[in-house]
């Protein structure tokens, strides 16, 4: 009987890669409900398993309840004062226990036990995968695919199944059972059935990590990958840079007659990789990032966080891309909106810009349209620029006298202070709605400026584009992407909430 105990735990410890004192409990339990059985009072026991030989024994067991309390099951609770009468240190929560009568683990006692034996199993390996897992949410793992479910994909990634789902696979990539795979562990999800595991093959994050296993210097970190875009299975880009001037980053990357990059490449489904050359000035770098397109001349606004990036009309497509995908790359890369054009749009964009800009002046400055034009043409784009710009500045310009500077600068700051009136005037009637006030990542100042400009709710927050949020005075585009995805959450929870169809 004890050996058969011993040789249980062995086993399943084995194969199903749990510790044996998880085994052990398991079984204890499946003891002390075949001990309860036998019994025709309602009782209460506990069995304890000597580890080393196998042995157990088995006691019956009272809870200790206060005097005060109802004796709702006599068979199984002890008045306080009574427990006392034998232990003396006892205190009101604890058991009395008597040894009774073990049942023989035999092979009926065994098949009783084996439900709970296995659910104890089950619950100890949820555990294990969720424990081992977890922290790895976000890094490289390796696996073969052992079947396709529906278009997922199930993976034996080692000690659990993953799933890779459909829209986390490569466009085209036509994966079979037997294929090995590497892919980013985006999620490891606790569930009632087991852990669920999902893999990624389209992050962005799977092309960075290839790279650092493929490439020694990489890997220690003499080469840093500082940022990466993919448009998955078709082509892709990384920035890098080198922390040793010795060592080409690019070079080291493309590897001897492009056995690296063809490496990383095969992985991705023959994904077409262009490897960047990171440049602290980012105009520069964005030179780079749209190569082999040739660029004549870049216009940056800060502002903004975009560039206009003017090409000779052969390159234009070349700068393009495919459907777009060479500037999309490229402005993901680098964190900048390029807007790509010839020399003909650049002019008459820069004419459309001055035109508004002077009709902004006049209106605003109340001057003619010749003052105006000269201010446009001398550089100035806003009443902030005008009225704070040091005044000789302004005096430089050939047209304008003493008096007419000052009286333009005067202007210029009554204008800004009637503007920030209408302004806080309007923060002040705007009044948002109490699920934006109390929306996670929210201040109350953001969520009166927003309703200033009409939207008052998370629901007019999620239905806008970060375009309509950087329109607002004060906006960052990284916290109006934050705020929106905030605002959307409510959206992915019903997505994944609703039945498959």
């Known amino acids: 009987m004890a050996n058969e105990i011993l040789l249980m735990a062995d086993v399943l410890s084995r194969e199903k890669g749990v510790e044996k004192d998880v085994i052990f409990q398991a079984i204890e339990a499946a003891l002390a409900t075949a001990t309860r059985k036998r019994h025709r009072e309602d009782i209460e026991a506990r069995v304890a398993i000597h580890h080393d030989t196998g042995d157990y024994d088995t006691f019956r067991r009272w809870e200790v309840i206060d005097d005060e309390e109802e004796l709702e099951f006599p068979s199984r609770q002890i008045r306080l004062t009574q427990a006392k009468l034998e232990h003396a240190d006892i205190e009101v929560g604890d058991f009395v226990e008597e040894p009774l009568q073990p049942v023989e683990f035999g092979r009926i006692a065994a098949q009783a036990a084996k439900q709970v034996i296995m659910q104890k199993v089950r619950e100890a390996e949820r555990e294990r995968i969720v424990a081992e897992y977890q922290p790895r949410e976000g890094e490289m793992i390796s696996g073969v695919v052992k079947r396709i479910e529906r278009g997922d994909a199930v993976v034996d990634i080692g000690g659990a199944e993953a799933t890779l789902s459909k829209s986390g696979m490569i466009p085209r990539e036509g994966l079979r059972p037997g294929d090995r795979i590497r892919a980013i562990l985006r999620e490891v999800r606790p569930a009632v059935r087991g852990p669920q595991l999902f893999l990624d093959r389209i992050s962005s994050n799977l092309l960075v990590q290839l790279f650092q296993l493929e490439v020694p210097e990489a890997g220690e970190g003499i080469i840093e990958i500082l940022s990466a875009a993919r448009d998955p299975g078709l082509r892709a880009k990384i920035a890098v840079r080198s922390n040793d001037p010795k060592i080409d980053p690019v070079g080291a990357c493309v590897g001897i007659r492009g056995s690296r990059v063809q490496s990383v490449s095969n992985e991705i489904a023959g994904e077409r990789v262009d490897i960047i050359k990171w440049f602290d000035d980012p105009a ?57 054009m010839t020399d003909q749009e650049a002019v008459e964009k820069a004419e459309s810009e001055s035109v508004e800009v002077r009709d902004m002046l006049m209106k605003q400055l109340d001057v003619d349209e010749d003052v105006a034009a000269i201010l446009v043409q001398e550089g100035f784009t806003s009443l902030e620029e005008v009225a704070y710009v040091p005044k000789p500045e302004l005096m430089e310009i050939e047209e304008f006298d003493e008096d007419l500077v000052d009286e333009l600068r005067r202007r210029a700051e009554d204008a800004l202070v009637t503007r920030a009136i209408v302004q806080e005037e309007a923060l002040k009637l705007a009044a948002p709605e109490q699920d934006l006030v109390e929306m996670d990542g929210m201040d109350d100042d953001t969520a009166r400026l927003l309703a200033s400009h009409g939207i008052k709710s998370m629901e007019d927050l999620a239905d806008c584009a970060v375009d309509e949020l950087l329109e607002i005075p004060g906006f960052e585009k990284a916290r109006a992407e934050e705020l929106i995805m905030t605002a959307r959450a409510p959206w ?3 997505a994944e909430n609703e039945p498959a169809g």
Do not use: K
Request: negative net charge; proline residues 2%.
């Open 284 to 340: 520069q770098f964005v030179i780079n990032a749209l190569a082999p397109a040739e660029v004549e001349s870049i216009i940056v606004d800060e502002e903004t966080n975009a560039m206009d990036v003017v090409v000779d009309e052969n390159q234009l497509s070349q700068a393009i891309g495919r459907g777009g995908q060479n500037v999309r790359l490229a402005s993901e890369l680098t964190g900048w909106e390029i807007n790509i």
């Open 492 to 494: 992915f929870a019903e």
